[in-house]
């Protein structure tokens, strides 16, 4: 089953801020490597598929990148609705589908 | 617009089962596969399940293998998640959701979400 490690565990930034959320996997999954956005009470939201396409609707702040084990979600100037916990999750090596622990992202 | 509206969760004693269903609307049921992933109270999300398009293909985690079913009723627009021996641990909000965006494939991305029903076991 291959582990996906986030960092940080939480990340305190203000509005208008550039953030930078890492992803680690424990073994190669190509770029085959999704982002997800969930607010409290709220169901997740795919932002980021395939390592950098966006999905439907998602701004264009929101950029992704990577490949092999090493990958970054950037959102460029943070927006007060950004504040959320944000999630990655491989398709490489399944079953499972494997999510890592998530990042907290909160208004400093 | 795609919505996903799960329904059958509540409270329930180990060891007991209880079955979940999910609504699907705004797009073709038929043409996508379906997941339910699960989640915790204050934890991550937990991959649970995936069915085919078709229904042909199922695979489950390891933690669910042998006590969950994963189904789906085409003809009914209806997912199913048929949950027994359910143990403290399976406590969590059940999540259904689409796996797109490629049609009648297994692309293990979810693209669509519900908002979830809360399973709880407890004695």
């Known amino acids: 089953e291959i582990v996906l490690t986030q960092s940080p565990a939480t990340l305190s930034l203000s509005p208008g801020e550039r953030a930078t959320l890492s992803c680690r996997a424990s073994?190669?999954?190509?770029?085959?490597l999704a982002w997800y956005q969930q607010k409290p009470g709220q169901a997740p939201r795919l932002l980021i598929y395939d390592a950098s396409k966006r999905a439907t609707g998602i701004p264009a702040r929101f950029s992704g990148s990577g490949s092999g084990t090493d990958f970054t979600l950037t959102i460029s100037s943070l927006e007060p609705e950004d504040f959320a916990v944000y999630y990655c999750?491989?398709?490489?090596?399944?079953?499972?589908?494997?999510f890592g622990q998530g990042t907290r992202l909160e208004i400093k | 617009q795609v919505q996903l509206v799960e329904s059958g969760g509540g409270v329930v004693q180990p060891g007991r089962s209880l079955r979940l269903s999910c609504a699907p609307s705004g797009f073709t049921f038929n043409d996508y596969a379906m997941h339910w992933v699960r989640q915790a109270p204050g934890k991550g999300l937990e991959w649970v399940a995936i069915?085919?398009?078709?229904?042909?293909?199922?695979y489950y985690a390891d933690s669910v293998k042998g006590r969950f079913t994963i189904s789906r009723d085409n003809s009914e627009n209806t997912l199913y998640l048929q949950m027994n021996s359910l143990r403290a641990e399976d406590t969590a909000v059940y999540y259904c959701a689409r796996d797109g965006p490629t049609k009648q494939q297994l692309v293990l991305i979810v693209d669509y979400w519900g908002q979830g029903t809360l399973v709880t076991v407890s004695s």
């Open positions: 073994q190669s999954v190509d770029f085959y």
């Open positions: 069915i085919s398009y078709d229904g042909s293909d199922k």
């Open positions: 999750q491989q398709r490489s090596n399944w079953p499972p589908i494997t």
